[in-house]
């Protein structure tokens, strides 16, 4: 199973674009890459998602280089309400869901 | 429903007690799933039912954790004797199917203290 790494927490000013990495080393062939974002008190919600290259959506980018063994999720001018957890998950495609979301990224946004 | 439901959105039992955490998945979902969330934590996978059917029992920490699942639809997750250390916040999410391109929806959760 394909370990992530991200950074335990990041603070950003309101109005700033966010970037955050995750590595993962080991990921295999078929894996996905998909990233989560909580808020206090509520479950996950899903962000993005993406093989290979670049996926775009109107929350959010994720880059992944060509060698898949990290990714970038790209917060564009991050508003205080972008304060939260952000989980990097490698999702195996032979089970098709992530055994552990590990303590993710912590996000604080200030103005 | 719109969303995946949980019920009870909090719960306080007495250590040695059995408590039963239920979860209403969006219609439609062959997959479930159950996470655990301690404080400060991540998400720890507990079960995974495709259908009734649970392929996946791998992440249920002792024998005093059980669940099942009913018509393809509504899951409980059953903790018989709970423990101090079972305090946590207790996840439930479906999915369309088991694709790994195919995004979870996540319940509330379920807040469950034992003391």
């Known amino acids: ?85 952000y989980y990097c998950l490698v999702v195996p495609s032979n089970s098709g869901y992530a055994l552990n979301f590990g303590k993710g990224t912590s996000l604080l946004v200030t103005p | 429903g719109a969303g995946v439901s949980q019920s009870p959105s909090n719960k306080v039992t007495e250590k040695g007690k059995d408590v039963e955490l239920r979860c209403d998945p969006i219609s439609g979902h062959t997959a479930l799933y159950w996470y655990r969330q301690s404080l400060g934590q991540g998400l720890e996978f507990l079960i995974y039912f495709q259908g009734n059917s649970a392929p996946d029992k791998s992440g249920l920490p002792s024998d005093r954790f059980s669940a099942e699942r009913t018509g393809g639809s509504v899951s409980t997750l059953t903790i018989q004797r709970t423990q101090q250390e079972d305090s946590a916040v207790y996840l439930c999410a479906s999915s369309y199917d088991r694709a790994a391109n195919t995004e979870a929806f996540f319940g509330q959760g379920t807040r469950l203290t034992v003391v």
């Not at chain 1, 080991?26 to 290979?52: E, L, V």
């Not at chain 1, 959506?57 to 917060?75: G, W, Y």
């Open chain 1, 1 to 85: 199973l394909a370990k992530t790494t991200q950074p335990i927490s990041m603070d950003s000013y309101e109005g700033q674009e966010v970037n955050i990495t995750c590595s993962h080393n080991n990921i295999a062939t078929n894996d996905y890459i998909t990233w989560y974002q909580q808020f206090p008190s509520q479950g996950p919600r899903f962000i993005i998602q993406g093989y290979k290259t670049k996926v775009t959506n109107e929350v959010a980018s994720l880059f992944i280089p060509a060698d898949r063994k990290s990714s970038t999720l790209s917060l564009p001018r991050v508003s205080l309400s972008d304060t939260a957890v």
